[in-house]
């Protein structure tokens, strides 16, 4: 037995989180250690499994390996041990959603007041009603995060926000960290590595959600406005508040949709970047979503976008299998068709010359004292673990590009 505290006590807590009783915190921590549990030590078994049974067999049956991910899905969804992992780990999102909402809905009247009075206090929230939340968006309940992240049950809803912030710890075994911003630690340390004198003055995050990844980059630029913008309204209430709750005032949350940012004028930002949202769009929003993310952003500014590495011939179709898990178990349904596409022409149609754009990989920054490393640490889940590529460019010049 490990003498390390339980994962989830060292979740970093905030004056807007919900509070837990004993026995949440208890239910939480289950989930967290098995959520660790199902991507490495059982999710190992799935590559075992393929490698025993489900490809020989399919060679065997067709004279031939699989030419794509969706015959490797197709047979290994036959196999009892990829089927009851992959039922565990769909109840395991279940459970934590579910269980995350009766936490919030027990203490939401106290959530909603504290919400309205730091979001009063601070002006670092403002929302637009006229803002429609995206059909691709309410079609299903990502995440099984049931009604979504934009789902207003009473005036001055934020249960989808504050469920999201208390249950993702969970979902990720830890691997964002204590505040869940490993990802937006990890976008600054790359940042500050890459250009340690660059100091942007105005930066937008679009897809913001709560500010898990939007509210360290303000940190770590004090001297920058940093814009956090969703079109879920519950969600905004309690990323604001999450933020004035932080002491981070340089942040302002607001409902807009990045696929109209013409409130914005073009050149307006040093700075626009994603994390792990590209995939929640539809294949005609992203095109557009980078239009105006192109179109906002000024001369030799960074666009940067965080997502799972993209399908390629050097990917084997097995991991193609695993990270498609989401599009079909996760209610992720842009997921296997996004990552499926050439993002750097894509972002080249958006404008971002070829010649500009990089890819580089990243991992969330955690505190290794909290959070020491495990022995399945090596081993990645394929869709859900911390290890991303970023998908970027520094604008190019039109007056250095002249000269």
Same mark, same amino acid.
């Given at each position: 037995m490990s003498d390390l505290?339980?994962?989830y006590t060292a979740l970093t807590r905030h004056d807007m989180m919900p !509070?837990?009783?004993h026995d949440e915190a208890a239910r939480f921590n289950f989930l967290t250690h098995f959520n660790r549990f199902l #991507? &490495?030590?059982? &999710?190992? &078994?799935n590559k075992l499994a393929y490698e025993k049974r489900v490809l020989p067999q399919f060679l065997a049956e067709n004279g031939r390996s699989p030419e794509h991910r969706y015959e490797v899905r197709d047979a290994m969804n036959v =196999?009892?041990?990829h089927r009851?992992? #992959?039922?565990?780990k769909r109840n395991s999102m279940e459970m934590r959603q579910q269980f995350g909402r009766l936490v919030v809905l027990r203490q939401i009247d106290a959530l909603v007041a504290k919400a309205d009075t730091f979001n009063k206090q601070s002006g670092q929230l403002e929302l637009d009603p006229s803002? !429609?939340?995206p059909w691709y968006q309410k079609a299903v309940d990502i995440h099984c995060q049931p009604g979504g992240y934009d789902t207003e049950e009473l005036p001055g809803d934020v249960v989808a926000g504050a469920n999201y912030d208390i249950g993702i710890f969970a979902t990720t075994g830890g691997a964002l960290g204590g505040l869940n911003d490993g990802g937006g630690q990890a976008v600054v340390e790359w940042a500050k590595k890459e250009r340690p004198d660059w100091q942007p003055k105005r930066i937008l995050d679009i897809g913001a959600t709560v500010g898990h990844n939007a509210v360290p980059i303000a940190q770590a630029y004090p001297d920058a406005e940093v814009i956090a913008i969703d079109t879920a309204g519950a969600s905004l209430r309690y990323g604001a508040a999450r933020a004035a709750a932080l002491g981070v005032t340089n942040i302002k949350f607001i409902q807009a949709s990045g696929e109209d940012l013409s409130r914005w004028d073009d050149g307006s930002f040093d700075w626009v970047q994603t994390t792990m949202f590209l995939h929640e769009l539809s294949s005609k929003a992203m095109p557009r979503l980078l239009q105006e993310a192109n179109r906002v952003l000024a001369p #030799?500014?960074?666009?940067f976008h965080i997502e799972q590495p993209q399908y390629s011939n050097e990917m084997p179709l097995f991991e193609q299998f695993m990270r498609d898990w989401d599009a079909f178990n996760n209610n992720e349904p842009f997921w296997t068709a996004m990552h499926a596409q050439d993002l750097k022409q894509v972002m080249a149609g958006a404008g971002f010359a070829r010649d500009d754009q990089f890819t580089v990989g990243v991992r969330a920054v955690v505190d290794p004292e909290i959070f020491?490393?495990?022995? @399945? @640490? &090596? !081993? !990645? =889940?394929?869709g859900r673990a911390a290890v991303w590529n970023a998908y970027g460019a520094w604008k190019a010049d039109a007056r250095a590009a002249a000269a």
């Open positions: 505290p339980p994962p !509070e837990v009783n #991507s &490495g030590s059982i &999710g190992k &078994g =196999d009892p041990w009851n992992w #992959s039922a565990l803002v !429609e939340q #030799s500014g960074l666009i020491p490393p495990s022995p @399945d @640490d &090596g !081993e !990645e =889940d394929f």
